[in-house]
């Protein structure tokens, strides 16, 4: 139960996940960033094409 509800202590508690490893190494934390930015822009694109197929398959010809 205890690692299951460790994602929302970190939210609430407003704590950095890493925060040990971002201190001491900056590259790390640029390539977290990177990844994170990488990841939000997939699934930003992954949700417009989701809502075009949604109006194409609700189209009336």
Do not use: E
């Amino acid at each position: 139960m205890k690692n299951m509800l460790g994602p929302l202590k970190l939210i609430f508690t407003g704590s950095t996940p890493y925060g040990h490893i971002i201190d001491s190494a900056p590259a790390f934390r640029l390539v977290l960033g990177f990844l994170s930015a990488i990841q939000s822009l997939i699934s930003i694109i992954l949700l417009f094409l989701a809502a075009l197929a949604l109006r194409r398959q609700f189209q009336i010809n």
